[in-house]
């Protein structure tokens, strides 16, 4: 009896061995052959395989896609077997994963053109649309807008159905919107509908995706994407005006940064200072100094560098243009163009030591955590360094305008603004007020090179790239006049990037230029002239 059922044993044992035999091959089979077209070095059987790869399922298919996006997918014509070289450079059986020592001399790589890239990256946002990380679903959902593959519709679906996140899941339907547009089968009420969706998307990328629209779809069709598209057209015209105010107003934040300094010097003393930019300079210079030094010894203070950069270029940039009024400009009080020569001079003795001590190239100045990044409004995108030099300058221009005001050395400053000889008389210390004013702009210029630094290059040239816009901003707004300096700054900035994608960058300011100089004939004191600073005998 025991034999007997030993036998039976024996019997089932052997069925289910045969049983899994013939299973198994059965079941890899298809992914095995899909697999292997990938060997027949032609575009059209490349396409199949990559479909069916990416519609098995098979945990390899995401592995096989990406190294024939990246040129890491080859094959053997002879045997039709396919391998994968990974990224640390172990080569794998691509329809099985097993380990493979060594390549045939015979193997090449999976040649892919442009129609096959397009549909590599398709299948790939197909395989990471379920993902459980929410940024590849948004990306995933991204790609399949921008391919809208048909047979990614049934995943895409899928995905919709799941989806909790209110930005993937718009993302999502934008991808179905985009797929049944262009599917042969669809509706005309499921393509009008599809329309809606992709027109309030209202994007660049919709834009051209409507373009796309032939006219072998219903009239009906071809007239709801026209129109979608005139209204795209127009609400991207809008946002693109919106975009230039954006810079122009970006632009004008650094050119007040700029200027406000020199207002102030030239308001107050007259005196032409060519020298204005490398203050700026030094000021950039001190940041990268400073961040040099957190780099080093204390690494976690990096997001506070900028702010302690801030008051040692404004000591820094200060105290070197005290040094300056002192030794050079005080003799000079009254002679405009030779303040002019001899500033010109310093600012070439400036260049050349600050390339003696830190080189003629560009330094590494770095964007704290904080000024790093972009976010988008409406159509535009607004990065996070150039809308907070906006908020810096303008914190700037109201603390310098509450000292102008409230403070003594304000007050003595407006004083000699307005009649240098009455307020000696009335006992004013003129050239310690000199003394003052010039070190306070030139501080000004230095706070100002610390936010250049994060959107321009830190060279010993730096600060000749703003001294002539700088002046421009001085001349146009009014001597003297911050109010002015700040409308003239804003004005510039809106007009350069208004005129530069008509005219071109160096047409725009030569056309800037000119009409500042045929203002001045008509105005020679700018926008806001400064009454009583002329009452001189």
Known sequence: MLVHCSDRVRALLLAVLLLTCLVVPALAGPFEDSVAKFANDDFSDTEAAIGEVASSGNPLASTILSALQDGRLSADPDTKKIFVTRSDGKIIDAATGAAVDKLSDNVADVRVNNRLRRAIEAALGGLTLLSSDPAKRLAAAQSVFKSHEENLLPTVESALAKETNKSIKQALAEARAAIILFKSDASDSDKLDAIAVIKARGDQEALALLNDVGTDQPALVTKAASSAISSIQSN?????????????????????????????????????????????????????????????????LFDYSLLIA?????????AIGVVIERTIIRFLY????????????????????????????????????WMSGAFELGQITITYNRLWILCFTLAVFAILLAMLRYTALGLEMRAVTQNRRMAASMGIATSRVDALTFGLGSGIAGIAGVALSQIDNVSPNLGQSYIIDSFMVVVFGGVGNLWGTLVGAFTLGIANKFLEPVAGAVLGKI?????????IQKRPRGLFALKGRAVEA
């Open 236 to 300: 991207l015209a809008m946002w693109s005006m919106v975009q230039n105010a954006w810079y122009g107003l970006s632009l004008g934040s650094v050119l007040l940064l700029a200027a406000i300094g020199l207002a102030i010097t030239f308001g107050v003393m007259g005196v032409i200072n060519m020298a204005h930019g490398e203050m700026v300079m030094l000021g950039a210079y001190t940041t990268f100094v400073v961040q040099e030094m957190i780099r080093t010894r204390y690494p976690a």
């Open 511 to 519: 056309a800037i230029l000119v009409l500042i100089i045929l203002f």
């Open 334 to 369: 009254g002679r405009p163009l030779e303040t002019l020569l001899a500033t010109w001079g310093l600012s070439l003795v400036l260049q050349q030591a600050v390339r003696t001590m830190f080189g003629p190239t560009n330094r590494e100045v770095g964007n704290p955590s």
């Open 310 to 318: 801030v008051p040692l270029a404004f000591l820094v940039a200060g």
